[in-house]
């Protein structure tokens, strides 16, 4: 089981004229390399060739690397990440639609910067130079694509940057080495 997918069906059936048949097989999760091993007690073990499930059409967004915290007019570090997946959330990896990122809750007032839209590659839309320029908690993501189901993200915080500076031609001037202060 290649990708941890589940096999539902009637796992037990009697065989007619030699053949047992399954017509209710549903394995859960799209890969490749799936075999199949059927077994009774007085017959050595039988085995499949390799099979794929390849996922159902365009259904959904999902939100798989969800907006981190950082500084106003920073990247956000970690790249937001959008996949496309089917009814069942299976990523559809032959999707290659335009994702398109906007501020649902705007709670700063901010202004949301970066490549907003983005199509997928592989079903996964990546959203590598976000920022926002207003410190603020509780910003929130919408990602949307077509008719998909569009999600939003989960609240994330824009901190204020605070720089300290000293006058390199004060004999008396404070200890502190200019940076940022977290």
Request: net charge negative.
């Amino acid at each position: 089981n290649p990708c941890g997918g589940f096999l539902s069906c009637d796992y037990l059936r009697n065989a007619v004229n030699g053949i047992a048949t399954f017509n209710d097989l549903h394995v859960s999760i799209a890969c490749d390399d799936y075999i199949l091993h059927a077994h009774s007690n007085s017959l050595s073990i039988a085995e499949s060739n390799p099979f794929t499930i390849v996922a159902a059409a365009p259904s959904a967004l999902r939100f798989v690397t969800q907006p981190t915290a950082t500084d106003a007019l920073a990247l956000i570090s970690a790249a937001v990440e959008v996949a496309i997946e089917d009814d069942f959330g299976n990523r559809v990896r032959t999707a290659t639609h335009p994702v398109t990122l906007a501020l649902d809750f705007n709670s700063g007032n901010g202004v949301l910067s970066g490549t907003l839209t983005r199509n997928a590659v592989n079903g996964l839309a990546v959203f590598d130079d976000l920022s926002l320029n207003s410190p603020a908690d509780n910003y929130i993501l919408k990602a949307t694509s077509g008719n998909l189901f569009s999600p939003t993200s989960i609240p994330f915080v824009i901190r204020r940057q605070i720089f300290f500076v000293r006058n390199p031609n004060d004999a008396s001037s404070w200890p502190y080495q200019e940076g940022k202060l977290r």
